[in-house]
């Protein structure tokens, strides 16, 4: 007799029947490969759900929204020739550490989830998400299939980091250098075919007049998608490893390359035609550059598969193939910790967002100003910024010099902060021919009640002295004092600390005036001072 009263007999017919409830063709089984796979699909939601901006507000990663089809369709692609799991360890290190890496990434996702709430656009903590996610899928597959698992279904778990926007300081470096290579080598072509050309930062000037290449010629768009593709069309045609990076390399050199000749094409038409014509032509060439581009990787992976031999070979899979379920115990800890993690993050949310009030201001358009004109703000800046009200507008003051004034509001969850710190006067104007001279930290300036955080710039525009004044206003931020404007609500420390209050991001909008002529700072800034008095109102 055993402890608890049973028999040998009546033991080992216990162990059968739970063995035969574990077996791949019963429903215990199959509910439990169900309840993993939404384990993993709540997951891999909220990680959609933080990207899911940028994918729709960002042109330059558009593709991002076929990036989760595709992964699942290699997944697809590979599961016929999944290998056999390899058998579970017999020590009982090689048991507890899978499971225990799973947990540790199950507990960062709350701390992840929590942060990223308060700032929908960090893609410090969007890249910290995912790849807490990827390292939680990882690790089931191992404990479900063993080391054959995880290397046959990596690929199509890591290849959605694609979808992940690029660190904005390396996308910065990246993207200004392309416009300045992009420029310089336009210029270079120019002069050879006999057209005078000059190059201001990434300003071309040409006879007809100035034609700028924007972020949308730089190229960054098209290496970008070249990417993707390269990487997938590698793992679609079962590639090794040398084709694979053959393949991307080549992709790269020929994103730049048919970038080059489209901008190139538009330079040449601008130069011939005027900078007008430049806008006809800016799609249509965009499209047809990006179809070449990605027929010549299909037709390099056409040439590839001549010479290379698929690196997923076809293999009969039977019973023994069906992966080991996840543990109860486990499974079900995931599942609840997942949706107690997100109740709390709208929880606390929630609650705090009822303890805030906000002081808004909005400007008045000084339209009753000497010689006032509406500044039309061009295409390209529209689709860069993305603001959801705005505008520009040029005026006479009452000494004589000329004021620009541009205006912009962006809505909740439209990721403000990124783009403002991606085109702030110290970084585009300098691109665009202007030589920096001075910069000035943040100053507060109390106007009609609202509290602004101002930024001073002068510049030298062709020997005329500009002064830019430049005041981006986070709607959560309370600008009490210089030291807070400081800490802008796009650095960690500010970030972390609206997660702290729980404060979500609602909104935030842009103030920035140009002044030429002013040799003195100082009257410039008394200047500025007497016009947003007339500018700024609550509200």
Not at 47 to 54: G, S, T, Y
Request: net charge positive; charged share 15%; with cysteine.
């Amino acid at each position: 007799m055993l402890p608890g009263g049973y028999s040998c007999a009546e033991m080992k017919a216990l162990l059968a029947r739970a063995r035969l409830s574990e077996s791949p063709g019963s429903k215990v089984f199959a509910w439990r490969l169900l309840a993993t796979a939404g384990v993993l699909a709540l997951l891999w939601l909220e990680v959609i759900n933080q990207l899911k901006a940028e994918w729709s507000l960002n042109p330059q990663y558009g593709y991002g929204w076929s990036v989760p089809f595709l992964a699942l369709y290699l997944l697809w692609r590979r599961w016929p020739h999944r290998p056999a799991p390899a058998p579970p360890p017999r020590k009982l290190p090689g048991r507890l550490l899978p499971a225990a890496a799973a947990v540790i990434c199950a507990f960062l996702f709350l701390p992840l989830r929590f942060v990223a709430e308060a700032n929908p656009d960090w893609r410090l903590t969007s890249w910290a998400l995912t790849l807490v996610v990827i390292a939680l899928t990882l690790g089931c597959l191992f404990l479900m299939g063993g080391l054959p698992w995880l290397r046959h279904f990596a690929f199509p778990i890591v290849f959605f980091l694609v979808a992940v926007p690029w660190p904005m300081h390396l996308e910065r470096v990246v993207v200004q250098n392309l416009m300045r290579a992009v420029t310089g080598i336009n210029v270079a072509l120019l002069n050879v075919v006999g057209i005078p050309a000059l190059q201001l930062g990434n300003v071309i000037e040409v006879g007809a007049g100035l034609i700028g290449i924007e972020e949308a010629c730089s190229g960054v768009r098209s290496l970008q998608a070249a990417l993707m593709v390269s990487l997938f069309l590698g793992e679609l045609y079962a590639f090794k490893i040398r084709p694979r990076i053959l393949l991307v390399a080549a992709g790269a050199l020929l994103a730049f390359f048919c970038n080059l000749v489209r901008t190139a094409l538009l330079v040449w038409i601008g130069a011939r035609n005027g900078t007008k014509a430049v806008e006809a032509w800016h799609d249509p060439a965009g499209l047809t550059i990006l179809f070449i581009c990605l027929l010549g990787l299909w037709l390099l992976c056409l040439l590839l598969l001549r010479n290379t031999n698929s690196a997923i070979e076809s293999s009969h899979v039977d019973v023994n193939s069906a992966p080991r379920p996840l543990p109860w115990p486990l499974l079900a800890g995931f599942g609840i910790w997942i949706c107690f993690a997100e109740a709390g993050v709208q929880t606390w949310y929630a609650l705090h967002q009822q303890t805030v009030t906000y002081t808004r201001w909005a400007v008045r358009w000084p339209v009753s100003e000497s010689r006032y004109k509406s500044v039309s703000i061009p295409p390209e800046a529209e689709s860069l910024l993305r603001y959801d009200e705005g505008g520009g507008g040029k005026w006479e003051a009452a000494d004589g010099q000329l004021w620009i004034m541009y205006f912009f509001r962006w809505f909740p969850g439209r990721t403000a902060a990124l783009f403002v710190k991606n085109h702030r006067p110290d970084i585009c104007l300098p691109a665009s021919g202007l030589v920096l001279h001075r910069e000035s930290g943040i100053r507060l300036l109390q106007i009609n009640g609202a509290n602004l955080p101002i930024r001073s710039y002068r510049f030298d525009d062709n020997g005329t002295p500009l002064h830019v004044f430049y005041c981006y206003w986070d709607g959560r931020s309370s600008y009490e004092n210089a030291t807070a404007a400081e800490q802008e609500d796009w650095t960690a420390r500010g970030r972390l600390r609206a997660a702290i209050r729980g404060r979500r991001e609602i909104g935030a909008q842009m103030l920035e005036l140009a002044v030429w002529g002013y040799q003195d700072d100082g009257a410039a800034d008394r200047a500025l001072q007497r016009e947003l008095e007339r500018i700024i109102r609550l509200g």
